[in-house]
């Protein structure tokens, strides 16, 4: 695997961890143990397939707790360390023939990018359990899950393009993780009966 190809994969898998960690190992796992992905380093550890069938299952139990209003929010509360340090785990095995200080490294990219994509989702969900109906939520997860699966082709086929829309994405997010903030920090005000209802002109 060329230097691009390992790019995109660290970049795209640490991503896709903040969003679905479980989804993104088992995707790995599959891709490499078909041949579709070499997975360098230690990463090969993905392809087993114990390893895959567990991934698989708690996905299956992450689709639906994720459908759920509030579910969801819990979910990704107890997430909020598992997917960053999945990715950073993932990092440093992908970089096991680097040396200690390229995995250190390497690991503590994969994490900070996955704790960004986490707190994205994380707040967004949050801002849509607003809403009483459910509807939105359920699309929002489908959303989600389907560009864990978009995440997961780009890193197959364009690992380059994937580099790219990740830096794109946190620079998105910086800004959108403030909006986002702003609004809850309204919602929470408006609900514990401050004064002043929720301007919602963000």
């Known amino acids: 695997m060329n230097t691009f190809s390992t790019l995109g994969l660290i970049l795209g898998g640490s991503w896709a961890s903040g969003i679905n960690l479980y989804l993104t190992i088992a995707g790995l796992g599959i891709a490499g143990r078909l041949g579709i992905l070499e997975l360098p380093g230690g990463l090969s550890v993905l392809e087993n397939p114990i390893l895959i069938t567990m991934a698989v299952l708690i996905y299956a139990i992450e689709f639906f707790a994720d459908k759920i209003p509030l579910v969801d929010s819990v ?38 990018v996955a704790l960004d994509a986490h707190l994205t989702k994380a707040t967004a969900r ?51 993780l403030r909006v986002m903030f702003r609004f809850l920090k309204k919602i929470l005000s408006f609900f514990f009966g401050q004064r002043s209802s929720p301007d919602y002109n963000i």
């Open 75 to 112: 979910w990704d509360s107890f997430h909020t360390f598992i997917r960053p340090f999945g990715a950073g785990l993932m990092g440093y095995l992908a970089t096991t023939n680097a040396g200690g200080e390229m995995q250190m490294g390497a690991a503590l990219l994969c994490g900070s």
């Open 126 to 176: 949050a801002a849509i359990n607003t809403s009483p109906e459910p509807f939105t939520n359920i699309a929002a997860s489908v959303s989600e899950d389907a560009l864990v699966f978009a995440a997961l082709w780009l890193i197959v086929r364009h690992p380059v393009i994937a580099s790219i829309l990740v830096i794109s994405f946190i620079v998105f997010s910086i800004w959108f």
